[in-house]
Nanobody, 125 residues
Framework: QVQLVESGGGLVQAGGSLRLSCAAS????????MGWFRQAPGKEREFVSA????????YYADSVNGRFTISRANAKNTVYLQMNSPKIEDTAVYYC??????????????????WGQGTPVTVSS
């Protein structure tokens, strides 16, 4: 089992910045690719970003590419999502996810072996 706990969500102004964190416990962290997904009110959950176990490869949805940055600190069992220049349409509950396979995290099905409970992000104008 892998337990994931997100933090750092809240209210941010459009054009500002916010950093989300996800702390993992339970298994060898570096064995897992990590990802961020989000679900806006009335919409389906969507992929945001993912990073490989060693951190060498990262992937982004087109909607956030160039504004968001995913990173991980394996020594701290933590993955981050730096949100720069957020837009109102970035408002959503953000979920951390873990899976042994980066392919699974980035697939269209949006599946993962483990999920966090989510942290809400509201972007205001």
């Amino acid at each position: 089992q892998v337990q994931l706990v997100e933090s750092g969500g809240g209210l941010v102004q459009a054009g500002g910045s916010l950093r989300l964190s996800c702390a993992a416990s339970g298994r060898t962290f570096s064995n897992y690719a990590m990802g961020w997904f989000r679900q806006a009110p009335g919409k389906e959950r969507e992929f945001v970003s993912a990073i490989s176990g060693g951190g060498a490869s990262s992937y982004y949805a087109d909607s956030v590419n160039g504004r968001f940055t995913i990173s991980r600190a394996n020594a701290k069992n933590t993955v981050y999502l730096q949100m720069n220049s957020p837009k109102i349409e970035d408002t959503a509950v953000y979920y951390c996810a873990a899976d042994p396979s980066i392919v699974v995290l980035t697939a269209a099905e949006g599946e993962a072996a483990y999920w966090g409970q989510g942290t809400p992000v509201t972007v205001s104008s």
